[in-house]
């Protein structure tokens, strides 16, 4: 639909494969859709924040998506996110997702008991920030 509506000469095949090659090479820049939400929200820091996966089947793929989120008045914003190559969970990952928004004060996160390793937990402390899990009723608190 997109394509037909161009304004050119070119037919609407034409205009399609530009608009594809245009996203193609098109890299959204994360970290600056999460300064401009922090910087929208009307709390300032330190903040609450909450780090959490989906995931879910599209077809054959599998769609895992790992997403930290600033909490504001029971609302979670998102504001950094990054796709999870398989289901289940990557402590590297959580690590480095929450290491880059430890620039910003942060008063504590909420996060489920898979993604707080021992040594990140222990690193978390250090920094001054309480670390809330929340526990799944299939599996048992460690």
């Not at 600033?70 to 190559?85: C, K």
């Not at 402390?125 to 299939?138: D, L, S």
Request: glycine residues 4%.
């Amino acid at each position: 639909k997109l394509a037909t509506a161009f304004e050119s000469g070119a037919m609407s095949e034409s205009s399609l494969r530009r608009i594809q090659r245009f996203m193609a090479d098109y890299n959204l820049n994360t970290d600056l859709i999460a300064q401009l939400i922090v910087r929208l929200l009307p709390h300032k820091p330190p903040f609450r924040l909450a780090l959490d996966r989906t995931n879910w089947k599209f077809g054959k793929s599998n769609i895992n998506i790992l997403t930290l989120a600033i909490v504001y008045q029971g609302v979670a914003f998102p504001i950094l996110y990054t796709m999870m190559p398989k289901f289940g969970n990557s402590t590297r990952k959580n690590e480095s997702l929450c290491s880059i928004a430890l620039s910003e004060t942060i008063d504590s996160l909420l996060a489920d008991s898979e993604f707080v390793g021992e040594h990140w937990l222990a690193y978390l402390n250090e920094q001054g920030i309480y670390v809330h899990k929340y526990v799944k009723q299939n599996m048992d608190e460690w």
